[in-house]
Structures are given as structure tokens and as C-alpha cells.
């Protein structure tokens, strides 16, 4: 009988694309979503999902996501209450006695003392393993997609990308490759995975400035970066909560000093193919790159 796979997150970068990989797999796929209604352009990606809200506000509502799931993709929103929210799910996969739970983590969250963000999803980590539940962490890189998200309109716009990275190269990732890895160890033998980390990356370590040449030869148009102070990037976020601000400022820093340069095989020892390249990204994601 084919298992039933939740994934958690599944309208967000990574949720969605896995919700896509899963497609093709004799698998369940149970998608957690804060919207059903919002939740159904998943249908284009999977037509048999099956959705299940997921309001970390009413637990009655994880209970019924998880009642009778084999296996959990587990990701938290990036919220100053990822923590609890993370403890919250844990809780209810270890509630359902499911079999496997493969966390969404980040680049770096081993380190000590690290960034904010690296401290909030380690202590996730720390309470999985510590849950007794067979368990896999993927630590990925940046995405590439954020350069659609965040800088999409500025690229748009203005044919530039406003960063405060100077010239530091990071190892960005394509969320497909994320995702199809997540896909690999979720239909996988679980105990070949049990208590294992993964650090995800790209093929190669990319300057902000490459990055804007790859986007502007698929976009056909100049693409420029320009680096900008880290106050002008601070000023650039106000409205935004403070926590956030400076959890994206020790996150810049660490990309500006080259500490997240690294390369790593892990996604093709994986997958069995080789991580997408910038190029790749680009070509495919052109559209999200042309003036209106």
C-alpha cells in the first residue's frame, strides 16, 4: 500500500516544488496549508494532493493533518515563533507515530554560536533528534529563487539587484534540487537516512554580480548589481519587524565575508544528477524577469 507523505509549508518555495516531485512517486501526498482555498493552485502541480489545513493556532487541526501519515516533510515559517511552531509539529508527528521526518533546516545551523536564524533552527533540530523519531535534516544553501521573490521587481524595473554583499560568493540552490532531495530520502529506506544531515548547495560559488549577468543574458537586457551600504539595506526593510532586520543583516554578513561559499556533493550523491546552475535557473525563470 503506497504511504502517506504530509508536507508541511507546501504553498511555500520548497513545499510546493516537493508537492511537484512527489507527483511521479507512488506515494500519498497530504499538502499542509494555512488556506485550502489558497492551497488549490497545488492541484496544478500534483492533481491528486490532498489538502489539509494546518493552524498552529487551533492543535485540533494538526491532529487531523497528521492522523494517518507515514512521513513528514517538516517546515516552519520564517517567524520569530518558528521554534514552538516547530516544537508543535514534532510533537503531533510524534503524537501519530509516523515513521520518518525530514526537516527543512539551513546552511550553517550547526555552528556555534552562529546567526539568529541558524540558533532558531538548530534548537528545532536538537528537539527532533531528541524526540525519538527516525529523522533527516536538509541544511540548504540561499535559494535562487529569492532573487525572483525579493528582487524580482527591481530587476523588473530598474534592470538592478540592491544587495549589501560586496563580493562574496555563495553556493546559491535551485528549490527543484531541494526539493528533489527531499523526494529521494522520503520514498527512500528510512534507516539509510536516520540521524543524518545533509548540506545542500549549487555547483558552483556565484558573486552577486554573476548572478545578475546570468539573469540579464535570459532576460536579454543589462542586469547590474549594485552593492549597497548594510544601513541602506536596513532602511530599505523599515516596516518589516526588527528581529527580521537583523536576522537578514547576519545573514548578508556572513554571504559578504564568504562563509557561505562552500560546495558540497550531497545533492547529486543524492539524486543521482547534478544541482541546476544559475543558468538554468535563469533560462527557466525568465519571464519573472521582463518589464511588464
Avoid at 56 to 62: A, D, I, K, S, Y
Avoid at 120 to 133: K, P, T
Avoid at 141 to 169: D, K, M, T, V
Avoid at 172 to 198: M, N
Amino acid at each position: 500500500m503506497p504511504e502517506t507523505i504530509l508536507v508541511t509549508g507546501a504553498t511555500g518555495n520548497v513545499g510546493s516544488e516537493l508537492v511537484r516531485a512527489l507527483s511521479n512517486r507512488d506515494v500519498h501526498v497530504r499538502a499542509g496549508v494555512h488556506s485550502v482555498i489558497k492551497g488549490d493552485r497545488l492541484r496544478h502541480l500534483n492533481p491528486d494532493v490532498q489538502l489539509v489545513e494546518l493552524d498552529f493556532e487551533r492543535p485540533e487541526t494538526l491532529t487531523v493533518a497528521f492522523t494517518g501519515v507515514d512521513r513528514v516533510f517538516l517546515v516552519t515559517p520564517f517567524t520569530d515563533t518558528q521554534v514552538q511552531m516547530g516544537q508543535q509539529l514534532i510533537d503531533a508527528a510524534k503524537a501519530a507515530r509516523v515513521k520518518q521526518v525530514v526537516r527543512l533546516s539551513v546552511m550553517g545551523a550547526e555552528a556555534e554560536p552562529g546567526i539568529q536564524l541558524g540558533r532558531w533552527h538548530r534548537e528545532v533540530e536538537r528537539y527532533l533528534a531528541q524526540s525519538g523519531l527516525p529523522y533527516a535534516i536538509l541544511r540548504p544553501n540561499s535559494f535562487l529563487q529569492n532573487f525572483i521573490n525579493y528582487q524580482g521587481e527591481s530587476i523588473r524595473q530598474q534592470g538592478a539587484i540592491y544587495q549589501p554583499l560586496g563580493e562574496g560568493r555563495i553556493s546559491y540552490i535551485d528549490v527543484f534540487d531541494i526539493a528533489e532531495v527531499a523526494a529521494a530520502i522520503l520514498t527512500d529506506d528510512i534507516p539509510k537516512h536516520h540521524g543524518r544531515a545533509y548540506a545542500l548547495t549549487g555547483p558552483q560559488a556565484l558573486s552577486t554580480q554573476e548572478v545578475a549577468a546570468a539573469i540579464g543574458q535570459a532576460a536579454g537586457r543589462p542586469v547590474q548589481y549594485v552593492d549597497v551600504p548594510e544601513e541602506t539595506a536596513r532602511q530599505a526593510m523599515q516596516g518589516a519587524p526588527q528581529w527580521m532586520i537583523d536576522s537578514m543583516m547576519e545573514l548578508h554578513a556572513l554571504g559578504r565575508a564568504g562563509h557561505a561559499a562552500g560546495i558540497t556533493p550531497d545533492v547529486e550523491r543524492l539524486t543521482g544528477r547534478r544541482p541546476r546552475t544559475v543558468q538554468e535557473f535563469a533560462q527557466e525563470n525568465r519571464a519573472a524577469f521582463l518589464p511588464a
